[in-house]
DNA sequence: GTCTATATATTGATAGAC
DNA sequence: GTCTATCAATATATAGAC
């Protein structure tokens, strides 16, 4: 039964992932994210120096999460197909976002509002879906600049949809943003085939 | 110099509306709050027997500002101009978003977030402008369910730019997004001018 | 390396003096 | 009606036994 490093970090870090999204970033104790990592709660304190550095460990995580998330979506479409099917497995999870937020919007709010030094790590949390939607429209001909603007405004509407069904406790608003967005992909993708 | 009732529980709930605005609802504690307000500690349990009672009194502070703030959007206006004016408005303060985010979608989230007894308080916050938008489109001719629907992700597409200019610290975002809903109000206006 | 026991500050809330 | 003194619970964090 020997165990080498213990994985009572990284135990932790999911316990944290999972609480932080549930109740928020200062909803939930060390002690409450201790007793869910089965740990004791003063030994956090020996693989976390503060609280500040499991938050930096849970938005590692995170990054880390979307980064490879975003790469498994459709890989053998064209990019357009891999835009719609990423909005579409976001509208297939609305009673989630419905039920309990979308943990990105809700971790980048906290981190914002929690002053130096976590403020910064904001912009690092949704960087990955950012910088993904504005490959595939630069991949879609796209103008660079752009394929940037265009990526910030999408996502902030399909954020925006993400809050407003958590808030109504109604997953409906989600269907009609994402076919909204579906429809200004398929709009952007038009005049760029008459570039070629 | 003689005050008849005190205004000390007026002083409490403006002095939480804005910290809560900059901190969240859990941020700041019943003694920061107090301080703010010039009133001894202890007596705020004197004015709200407790915390939850205090954060009741700023939500019904934001309905009722919000309900008469919406009421004076360009009164004199064709409800599609009003339409345009509320988000030119929120076009104006783009760098206030950027810099502290928006007071309305965070306090909902916060609300759903802490859990019964005050989670149903959250759909109520943003009620009055839903409410506004929907008459509006509904002025405009827009059938009614329509209207419900489209001023549930016309509100959802402007709060997701506040949350994204918020993350990113940066106002640029809000500026598109508010011209991309003001041409959909456009289009929504052009059909119902068939039906008279 | 791991965990227990504890220190210290702050939380929401109460009792009762003025 | 107003404010002071204080409570019990819980927060983060540390020192040191095992």
Redesign the interface.
Known sequence: MARGPSDKKERLVRAAVERFH???L??PSIADIARDADVPVGNVFYHFRARDDLVRAVVDHWVERMRSSMGSVLPEGTPEQRLKAFLDAAAKRADVYAAV?CPL??L???L??SGQPLAPL??A??RPQLDWIGSMLSAMGVRKTEAV?AA??M???????F???????DPN?IR??VE?LKTQIAALARPAATNR
């Open positions: 549930r109740d928020g200062n909803g937020g919007v809700a980048a709010r906290d914002r509002q904001a912009a949390v949704i603007r910030r405004t996502l902030a509407t399909l954020q925006g949809s809050q407003m069904a958590f808030a109504l406790g608003v009609p943003t909204g």
